[in-house]
């Protein structure tokens, strides 16, 4: 008897096993007929941003593209002069986003510098975006830290409204240590000021605004981001023409761009695709071409998707390109969409 139920119990059980399995069976199969299973993408969120600059572009944002994030932001008014914080490094600069300029006076001494007429044949040079030794505004101003004493003109360029901040006589003293000493003042001498301005490890510079005298950490981490939504000036040669654009400069200490054309599909661009040869230390080869302006009526941007580009992140490598609208929902501009992709 007791065989019995034991048997009766294990010929239920394999019939209920084989009901189950050829139920399965049926659904796999099932779902195979109806739908594909979707390949897993590359990394976990959508591989389309937008770049909340805003209208007037006062606004700058660095985007990391490891993390596919904005990691922060803040408005390029905030600074006239920018220095260098990697060692052994004395670069100083002026604010392009602003139309600053600068002049070499030629003169050494604060006081023998009172007026425009005195400096105006030595010319006016402007602060580019590319960041290149040669397009540099001051230029070298000493050797190692130790200052040649030259005094500068600068043109403060323009505010956030557009009118003109008018203009200062500035004089670099010796880095020693780990600071930069700036003098500045008015043409007639009023207003002086000494500041020091200290380097600040982790950043690729740091930034003093003379309105209020304030030594500022503007930049994120220089390993945290890798392009620069911001306004930086440009040169046409053909018309003598400096000009200020919207687009992305690199990070110097971790990033480097280039483009690589417009007819390549972007969809099919692997690892295998990129060209170590064509990286170089200009800072804007993504830049500001990826728009373009309608002329006459339209006076509105348009954006060109066929513009790809190879962005290099520390050892990793992605595509990118601009894509949607420079618009947001309500038609004001400086909201440009783009696409980045891992390279694999």
């Known amino acids: 008897m007791i065989r019995k139920r034991i048997h009766i119990i294990s010929t239920s059980a394999r019939m209920l096993s084989l009901s189950l399995l050829l139920l399965a069976c049926l659904g796999i199969s099932s779902c195979f007929k109806e739908k594909p299973i979707p ?25 990391n593209a490891q993390t596919y994030q904005f990691v922060d932001s803040n408005s390029h008014y905030l600074y006239d002069m920018a220095f260098d914080c990697a060692p052994g490094s004395y670069n100083v600069y002026i604010n392009g ?10 003169k050494y001494n604060l006081r023998d510098v009172t007026s425009l007429d005195d400096t105006l044949s030595n010319g006016w040079k402007e602060e580019f975006g590319s960041g290149l030794p040669a397009q540099r505004a001051i230029g070298d101003w000493g050797a190692n830290g130790v200052s040649a004493g030259e005094v500068y003109l600068l043109n403060m360029g323009t505010d956030s409204l557009g009118y003109n901040i ?15 000493l700036v003098t500045f003042c008015n043409l007639d001498g009023s207003d002086m000021h000494k500041v020091s301005v200290p380097r600040m490890s982790g950043r690729n510079k740091v930034y003093l605004l ?7 950490d503007l930049e994120p981490d220089n390993t945290n981001w890798d392009m620069l939504f911001t306004r930086y000036s440009i040169y ?14 690199t990070n110097p200490n ?30 804007d080869n993504i830049g500001y071409e990826w728009k373009l302006y309608g002329l006459g009526t339209s006076g509105r941007y348009t954006i060109k998707p066929s513009f790809i580009y190879i962005l290099r992140s520390g050892s990793r490598y992605y595509k ?4 949607g609208s420079f618009y947001d929902k309500d038609g004001n501009e400086g909201y440009p969409e783009f696409q980045i992709d891992e390279l694999k």
């Open 320 to 323: 990118l390109r601009f894509i």
């Open 210 to 216: 003379f309105a209020d005298q304030q030594v500022r």
């Open 166 to 180: 008018g203009f200062k006589k500035m004089q670099m003293g010796d880095c020693t240590g780990n600071d930069y």
């Open 254 to 283: 971790k990033s480097a761009a280039y483009f690589v054309d417009s007819t390549s599909n972007f969809d099919s661009l692997t690892l295998n695709n990129v060209e170590p040869s064509r990286f170089t230390a200009a800072l």
């Open 39 to 63: 390949m897993p993408k590359i990394y976990n969120g959508p591989d389309v941003f937008t770049a909340h600059i805003g209208p007037g572009y006062i606004k700058q944002l660095y985007f």
């Open 236 to 249: 046409f040669a053909d018309q003598n023409l400096p000009y200020l654009v919207t687009g992305v400069l």
């Open 97 to 106: 986003s602003k139309l600053m300029f600068a002049c070499h006076t030629g």
